[in-house]
């Protein structure tokens, strides 16, 4: 009788430490503060974004440029402070839980939105996927030019490809893939977010110092209000298509609405997990933007008209190149956990929709446990294995095909920003807040709307029109 007792006592004391691992929906227990979200916003929105933001104030000039920045972060912070009061449904505080953007527009609209949702957010995921391989295979590219220039001169044609890299990334990325989810890459969005403060602050003292120095040319840096002059720079038809391309790529250095919820659910239950993510937004959205204004406006007053589509890998500045060389390892760190924070909820998604579809299938629902040494016990599921696998090698080979980056980035920031960050945070807040058609809020709700998606169609076609172009002149999986 005492050992049954006993038997029982422990079996208790078992499932009530079981408990404690548990949130109050049965989930694994959150622990995300508002440190850790700020870092995975800062982590997913300073993103290769900033450095071509010289090029994009190059096309806007001192006037459009930097208010078309300002206006992108206060749109998006605005919507980021909607869609974070929605991930609990009805209530913001004590409702059910909505784990993904998905399930947030399911709760909220319903109906073909659900799937629009869907399809403009995964699709906006891979693209991002895409995007970072090229960039940091462009960055790796450049370490080696830097070197390459300083031991043989700036005029050395120092030739290489970016191939060779972009397999380093995907075998980094299939390694790091493994992690099982979101709630396990707060130290990798840390790590992520000091490499991307590295790097901005290294182009930003960069190009303060060649502005002190008077543009590092004899004073010949040449800016102006309107920006790249027609006639002069550019013929008044590319000055239109660059000038829409340069829209898109700002509006791809905000892009973070799209992984904004799925950041927000690894948030601990307290304090609210609304109230912590607008803080997150804030610190994130305010932060990034002083940098973004900064290295914009700064590397225009470097390099001027001139302004490269990436500005620590268009060799504006060649010494000194162990600072250089510093900046771009740190990108293709930053952009290591950066493409983690974009593919996780992606992932997720598709694990989950093969788990409900085929609940019978040991290769896709067993676990593994293996025994790691300095780690200790990691469970192994082949399906994650399988296809996580696949998916890295996929996003390389489309990068290896298509390696364009200003156009590569202007598109994918185009296609996520209306509705992502615009379109489903405002029509979610017109249903929950149940604001009556044509009232002042709804009018001024949709204007802002309207406005975005109009920003949007301009800055996609410019970014067509860019890859095109770049298309037309690029021989794929050619060697350099």
């Not at 067993?366 to 082949?382: R, T």
């Not at 920031?413 to 017109?430: D, M």
């Amino acid at each position: 009788m005492d050992a049954h007792l006993h038997t029982s006592a422990l079996e208790v004391a078992s499932h009530d430490g079981f408990r404690k691992n548990l949130d109050d929906d049965g989930r694994e227990k959150r622990t995300g503060t508002l440190v850790t979200a700020s870092a995975h916003i800062i982590t997913a929105v300073i993103g290769s974004g900033v450095l071509s933001l010289a090029w994009a104030i190059a096309q806007l000039g001192w006037v459009a440029g930097p208010a078309a920045l300002m206006a992108f972060s206060f749109v998006t912070y605005f919507t980021s402070t909607l869609l974070a009061d929605a991930y609990r449904s009805p209530d913001p505080i004590f409702g059910k839980r909505n784990y993904t953007y998905m399930d947030v527009v399911r709760a909220n609209l319903g109906g073909t939105k659900v799937n629009l949702c869907g399809i403009a957010q995964y699709v906006n995921l891979v693209g991002v996927t895409i995007g970072y391989t090229i960039t940091a295979s462009i960055s790796m590219v450049a370490v080696n030019k830097s070197n390459c220039f300083h031991s043989e001169g700036h005029a050395a044609s120092c030739k290489s490809s970016n191939y060779p890299y972009m397999i380093i990334f995907a075998a980094i990325q299939i390694i790091l893939s493994q992690i099982p989810n979101f709630h396990n890459l707060s130290w990798l969005s840390i790590l992520a977010a000091v490499m991307s403060f590295a790097y901005s602050s290294i182009g930003l003292g960069l190009s303060l110092a060649k502005v002190i120095g008077g543009g590092g040319g004899g004073g010949d840096v040449k800016t102006s209000l309107t920006g790249v002059e027609v006639g002069v720079d550019v013929s008044g038809e590319e000055k239109v298509w660059r000038s829409f391309q340069a829209i898109g790529d700002i509006a791809f250095a905000y892009a973070f609405s799209t992984v904004l919820v799925e950041i927000q659910d690894t948030l601990k239950s307290y304090p609210p997990e609304n109230k912590v993510m607008k803080k997150a937004s804030l610190v994130g959205v305010s932060t990034t933007t002083v940098f973004y204004v900064l290295c914009g406006c700064l590397g225009y007053a470097a390099f001027g008209n001139d302004a490269p589509g990436n500005f620590l890998t268009g060799f504006g500045f060649y010494e000194p190149f162990w600072l250089i060389d510093f900046a771009n390892v740190c990108i293709a760190v930053h952009l290591i956990g950066a493409y983690q924070v974009f593919c996780q909820p992606l992932f997720g998604f598709i694990e989950m929709k093969c788990r409900q579809q085929w609940p019978e299938s040991k290769f896709i629902t067993a676990e593994h446990i293996l025994n790691v040494p300095f780690y200790g016990e990691y469970y192994v599921n082949m399906f994650r294995l399988v296809w996580r696998t696949a998916y890295v090698i996929m996003t390389a080979v489309i990068a290896m095909i298509f390696p364009f980056f200003n156009s590569f980035l202007g598109l994918i920031g185009a296609g996520s920003f209306y509705p992502l960050t615009v379109y489903f945070p405002i029509e979610i807040y017109i249903a929950r807040a149940k604001i009556q058609r044509f009232s002042f809020t709804w009018v001024w709700l949709k204007i802002l709307s309207w406005v975005c998606l109009i920003i949007s169609l301009v800055a996609a076609i410019g970014s067509v029109q860019g890859l095109l172009t770049d298309v037309k002149k690029y021989k794929p999986f050619k060697m350099d």
